[in-house]
């Protein structure tokens, strides 16, 4: 596929949805915290749910695709600890590096455009990419964003536990092996399915007015974030889904989209809860890792763009 239809195709309407939701943020006084709720609690799990009870994915793609979100996230944060201390980074904002780094955005952003490029097996995949890396996310992010040393971080690890997406996940996979999933016209499964897909607009909402509340005052100091997550993760993607041998092409082609994807937001909020608010060089690790995600996710439309045309047009796998 050539770039515009890349664009057009994959990122415009994502770009389209979510500058909506920045303008409204410019507007209007909207609180975003319901919107992310109901996101959160009912739309995404009512997603993730139809999405595993319908999908044709075996047990081995799911498993090499668990192994390649650890694999990746590991091998970021590896790396962006290595680029932090030859950049002089240290303390908190080394911690807001690697975070960066080794999250990607693949719900809000992901999800919805692994389903414009690839359809229902791209939905699926960002789906199951997303639940496994939450659980990486709420347990050594949390390590990372409270610097090893806070013992109440440990209390987040159990977040995972309240979130109704691995819920949704485990009964989406129970109610396949048992062969009582519903079929797909039956009213139960087509009620589930309208408001699974009525997640992606309001994810793409969310995103657009996350954005709009975005503190942007470290930006000189956005530039090795920036080139880690732009860069470096798609080929570390890349990398990886060569070495685990996906048996489906579109699984391995979703696989390196995600990790391309810019920085996720959770780990932020991790940041503001758990890291030390030591001030270097005038600088907060919320202020760091706010910056990183609004910069990664504004210059992520050529990279993005790019990298589909080249999956989409069959390149790589």
């Not at 048996?247 to 390196?256: E, H, I, M, S």
Request: with cysteine.
């Amino acid at each position: 596929m050539s770039l515009m239809g890349a664009f057009t195709n994959a990122i415009l309407p994502i770009l389209g949805v979510a500058v909506v939701g920045y303008l409204l943020a410019r507007t209007t006084d909207i609180d975003v915290e319901p919107i992310n709720t109901l996101g959160l609690y009912v739309l995404i799990p009512a997603l993730a749910f139809h999405s595993i009870a319908t999908t044709t994915l075996g047990g081995g793609e799911v498993l090499k695709l668990g192994l390649g979100v650890v694999g990746y996230s590991l091998l970021m944060i590896v790396i962006a600890w290595g680029v932090g201390r030859l950049a002089g980074e240290s303390g908190p904002l080394l911690g807001a590096l690697m975070l960066a780094a080794a999250f990607p955005n693949s719900g809000f952003v992901g999800i919805p455009l692994s389903g414009f490029a690839f359809g229902e097996v791209g939905r699926t995949t960002a789906v199951i990419y997303l639940t496994i890396q939450n659980v990486v996310v709420y347990t050594l992010g949390v390590y990372i964003a409270s610097n090893g040393s806070d013992a109440g971080a440990l209390d987040a690890v159990t977040e995972i536990f309240r979130l109704p997406l691995l819920y949704a996940i485990v009964a989406g996979v129970v109610a396949r092996a048992l062969g009582v999933v519903p079929p797909a016209d039956a009213a139960l499964m087509e009620t589930v399915g309208l408001v699974g897909d009525a997640s992606i607009p309001v994810m793409l909402l969310i995103l657009g007015i996350q954005l709009a509340e975005t503190d942007v005052s470290a930006i000189s100091r956005s530039v090795a974030p920036s080139a880690l997550k732009l860069v470096v993760a798609p080929l570390v993607g890349f990398g990886l889904a060569l070495a685990l041998g996906f048996g489906d092409p579109t699984v391995a082609k979703v696989f390196v989209l995600e990790c391309a994807t810019p920085a996720a937001v959770i780990p932020l909020a991790l940041t503001i809860e758990y890291a030390d608010e030591t001030t270097v060089d005038g600088i907060t690790a919320p202020e760091y890792l706010s910056t990183t995600i609004f910069t990664t996710t504004v210059a992520s439309v050529g990279v993005l763009t790019v990298l589909v045309a080249v999956l989409q047009a069959g390149a790589l796998f």
